[in-house]
């Protein structure tokens, strides 16, 4: 997209981290921001955030993995903007740092449910809205290394995040397919200070027993790395280079 002013863009898991960052270097585009978290609280922050300079935004309370949820966030989007050009799929949750089958089932659900059927509702919803719209679009998933390159400990993160990034691929290719002016990249960043471990354990989807449960960044606990905090980089999203990095001192660059 070269015209970003005036345009539309929604953000899941906005209320912090990359996802605060993408919706604030879109503001600072001139773009009307819909700030979707499923953290009420965090996405009113980020909504005051960027009043305060003032963007026009609104914060809408979203869990990612129910279709319908996802659905309401398309039509809140509508009634407020009348169109959405840019959609970025970006909520995530790390889970814990366990052996596969030391995971519980609820684990593996609540990770696959935020991360893989929350792209998958986000496409499945606002794609076609932005084709009928019949002008230019984006489509932003959030992956991760971790979709490029495997670690013990954290399957369902990696499952999640491979997915993502074939999932991406593809839509990449039908779209192009049929000629519409909607692209699609996939953002890939190493590791970054965000609050995706703690997010993992105070989602309030989690209940007892699910897998998911207080500790620090699941990251940090299995290679000893602090990432750096998220922001000041701007909304960058890039093509997959599809050459795999192998574990090593560089995994965590």
């Not at 398309?74 to 814990?96: D, M, Q």
Request: hydrophobic share 45%; proline share 5%; net charge positive.
């Amino acid at each position: 997209m070269k015209e970003l002013r005036d345009r539309v863009a929604v953000v899941t898991g906005a209320g912090s981290g990359i996802g605060r960052a993408l919706a604030e270097r879109f503001a600072a585009e001139g773009m009307r921001v819909v700030v979707a978290d499923v953290d009420e609280a965090r996405a009113r922050e980020t909504e005051a955030l960027l009043k305060g300079r003032g963007a026009r935004t609104l914060a809408v309370q979203v869990d990612v993995q129910q279709a319908a949820a996802v659905e309401a966030l398309a039509a809140r989007t509508l009634e407020a903007f009348g169109a959405v050009h840019v959609l970025c799929n970006n909520a995530g949750i790390a889970g814990v740092a366990r052996a596969s089958w030391e995971v519980s089932l609820e684990g593996w659900e609540q990770v696959l449910g935020v991360n893989l059927w929350g792209v998958v509702h986000g496409i499945r919803t606002f794609v076609p809205i932005m084709l009928q719209q019949g002008t230019e679009g984006h489509v932003v998933n959030t992956a991760s290394m971790a979709g490029l390159m495997s670690l013990p400990l954290l399957s369902p993160y990696h499952a999640t995040k491979f997915a993502v990034v074939t999932i991406s691929e593809s839509l990449h290719m039908e779209l192009g397919m049929t000629g519409a002016p909607v692209r699609v990249s996939v953002l890939c960043p190493g590791f970054v200070r965000t609050n995706i471990g703690q997010d993992s354990l105070n989602d309030p989807r989690s209940g007892p027993g699910g897998g998911v449960r207080r500790r620090r960044d699941p990251r940090r606990a299995l290679l000893g790395v602090q990432p750096p905090r998220a922001g000041g980089g701007g909304a960058a999203a890039g093509r997959v280079d599809r050459r795999r990095p192998q574990p090593g001192s560089d995994a965590a660059s």
